[in-house]
């Protein structure tokens, strides 16, 4: 291996944010994909349905130039296709917006090495030139390869880079309905409860009252906290789900220790879901009640 060192001809790097995906695994969610302490990426659920999406905005609007994807060893979508939206004046002019109803339009696909040569020993890394102005950015996986390595049939990307040059004069738009709309092809309703277990359904009414109660109070950071929060639950319960179809399958072959297995993961994420807090804490009604609390101390006779 040739040891020297070369000047980098990437343009800038350009900060992002994901806003949601189609399904994710527990120990790989999406936000691994911009989290400094992951290094091992984002991974679909496991016998997820396909094709799976991926929702990404920039911090700004952008001159994109270039994106760099690296691919998992053997979670191998086996084919790729970019989207991409650039809002404009009319659009942010919109009463009703959510994330179904972007406009993409498709910049281009890729098709994935099969990775069968180097026994899925090996990371693909793709290199993509872009020219396009953009916020948003769409990602559609296919199908997976199919090989012995993928038991569980995901797709998966290690980590996604996106180079080019901040817009001046331009700041995100703020649409009226952006901070509850979600990224779901049922258009007809915030989610879809057939299938999802009692707790999980509850919680997210919890966190959608509570979401829609911060952007009543004009507290738009934490609506965006609790609208991630409200898609991470959403994707616990599509989980759950998908374990209690494969326990089916498994108690039709009497593998009762499967059975067991996935009883237990059940249980976990239910636990897990039931524990979220999804109360809305005023930072200024708090420091009122602290302040109220102060007093009563001070004033106490017994002090």
Same mark, same amino acid.
């Given at each position: ?60 609007? *952008? !001159? @994109?130039?270039?994106?760099?994807? %690296? =691919? ?6 086996? /084919?790729? +296709? ?119 359904? *509850? !919680? @997210?009414?919890?966190?959608?009252? %509570? =979401? ?6 004009? /507290?738009? +950071? ?82």
């Amino acid at each position: 291996m040739q040891n020297y060192y070369e000047k980098s001809t990437d343009p800038p790097l350009l900060n992002y944010s994901v806003i949601g995906s189609s399904s994710e695994d527990d120990e790989h969610p999406l936000y691994s994909l911009i989290s400094p302490d992951k290094n091992d990426g984002w991974c679909s659920s496991p016998f997820c349905k396909y094709p799976q999406e991926i929702l990404i905005q920039l911090n700004n609007p *952008s !001159k @994109l130039s270039q994106m760099n994807i %690296t =691919l998992h060893e053997y979670k191998i979508p086996s /084919k790729i +296709d970019f989207y991409y939206y650039y809002p404009n004046q009319k659009n942010k002019e919109e009463e009703k917006f959510d994330y179904n109803n972007i406009p993409f339009i498709k910049i281009g696909y890729i098709i994935p090495n099969t990775n069968e040569k180097s026994n899925f020993k090996l990371r693909e890394f793709k290199k993509i030139k872009i020219n396009q102005n953009t916020l948003y950015i769409k990602l559609i996986l296919h199908k997976n390869f199919i090989n012995l390595e993928n038991r569980y049939n995901q797709v998966s990307i290690i980590s996604i880079k996106f180079f080019g040059y901040e817009l001046e004069n331009s700041n995100p738009p703020e649409y009226k309905n952006l901070m509850s709309g979600e990224m779901n092809k049922n258009k007809n309703s915030d989610f879809n409860e057939d299938g999802l277990d009692e707790v999980c359904v *509850s !919680k @997210l009414k919890e966190i959608k009252s %509570t =979401l829609d109660l911060c952007v009543k109070k004009e /507290k738009y +950071d934490s609506a965006k906290i609790f609208r991630e929060l409200y898609q991470r639950v959403k994707l616990l319960g599509e989980k759950m789900k998908n374990l209690s179809e494969c326990k089916l399958k498994c108690i039709e072959t009497n593998d009762f220790d499967s059975c067991k297995k996935i009883q237990n993961d059940i249980d976990r994420i239910k636990n897990l879901i039931g524990e979220i807090n999804a109360n809305f804490i005023d930072d200024e009604d708090e420091k009122n009640n602290n302040d109220e609390k102060k007093e009563d101390i001070e004033e106490d006779p017994f002090k």
